[in-house]
DNA sequence: AACTTGGTTCCATTATTTGGGACACCGCAT
DNA sequence: ATGCGGTGTCCCAAATAATGGAACCAAGTT
């Protein structure tokens, strides 16, 4: 068993499909089915997989959930920063979370739902285009110019997705957000998805996460995202002082 | 590179470590030191692992994120269920969640917190010990008695763990339940922790999940207990008759 | 400079994986 | 009852990969 076939098949059960048949696999990744077969049951056995025994199919076990649990957990940054943010969902009613960078991608470490009549729902694993989001925009300011044209040399095209369509309008829309500290999208991602994010550096390892309220775009004002965005620079500012910790005010300065 | 020796470092990390040094590793697995290094090092390469380069340790990747938010997020009557025990949560302030037995444990699928002073927090992939818990009980319920001893033959002994302390224990408390078709605990799993939790069984591939609140068992007296109780079987019931799903009252005569 | 600690790389040796083919099981059609 | 198609399992000769001791590297300490 070659990790690369097991890495494969935990990617296809994170991003395509929910559970997976044996003839199934075999298909899609092109493995004769006495391989896919034992190497499902192999990861079955081994407590990687769990199957359904009605419908034969495989999908991940708990053990996932207990890992994805566990990530980045111990950090007293990201506990802290969750704390404030379920603070901050409960004053405003707004769902909150915790994001990081992932290439092109922005993928939810932590979330919670607001309370508003519409929810806007962004469980922890949750990913979206980084390009396209007030999360992903405001982690990618923190990158160099250099680094940002590597990840978007080929600029990707999703039907459906909207914001900045090249490279060079990224990256105007970048050195806006180094000047201000923070961003904001709406019906970029996806129409009717609004969201306002800070970036928070964490002094100790160099990674970086966003702070973000995510809202309905049609029942949230111009005004009121702003009063949003204050609470989280606030938070930001809180966090950099506890935990001399680096928020994005100071990283637009330093791009000056 | 054996699969039982991935397992084996991601056991590790989801329950005993958050993340690995090399030698760590080599020291706690008793391996090489070379074995160890170029195992992490292949799992990062992979992506099942990820590495911060100040201290050098590993950690699951965000890939782990992914696959759990896609544990069983395909099932209606899973996905109906939290969606109404998220509904239960606004209604009565209470932290909610949804748990599945395994083995001797019960572990968190779903939860939210509630918005009481006192915070229950329990995320998805905690684990707690089955026969100490209003979740683990409810679901030890509806398996049948030879399956309970199997599991419990040696019972198990925690420290600072309440609840049954001896099979026969256990089993008493299990006829109650399936009478009465709901579980309650307080301060058993952990001390200042209450719950109350129902069964709910999906008719298509025959597993069972538990529906809970979390409170602390301070602050909710057992008149609030009963009635958090019946807001579950109402739940419950509503679930069993869009999904065909059969909830614990029934389960509760079939073993009279 | 020497030592300690943590980690990496190489390669001869050892162990494991692989996939074709035969087979089992089940549902469906005749 | 029989045959067919689809899904999945198991075996084993052949092929491929993993292993761990030893040497080495880097950084910090004495």
Redesign the pocket.
Known sequence: ???A?VAAILRRLARDQHDL????L?EAMN????????????MHQHGLLERDYGT??YRPSLLMLQLAARYRSAEPLVEAADKALAELTRRTGQATGISVLDEQDVVVLRSRAGSQPLRVVTPPGDRGPAWATSTGRVLLARLTDEEIARRFRKFPRRPGVGGPASLEALMQRIQRIRAAGWEEAANEAMTGLGGVSVAVEDAQNGDAFALYFAFSSLHVHKQQRRELARHLREAADALARRFNAQPAATLGRAYG
């Open positions: 068993m070659s990790l076939k048949a044996v003839g199934e075999a493995w004769p089915k006495s391989s896919a077969s034992r190497l499902l049951k192999d034969r199919r």
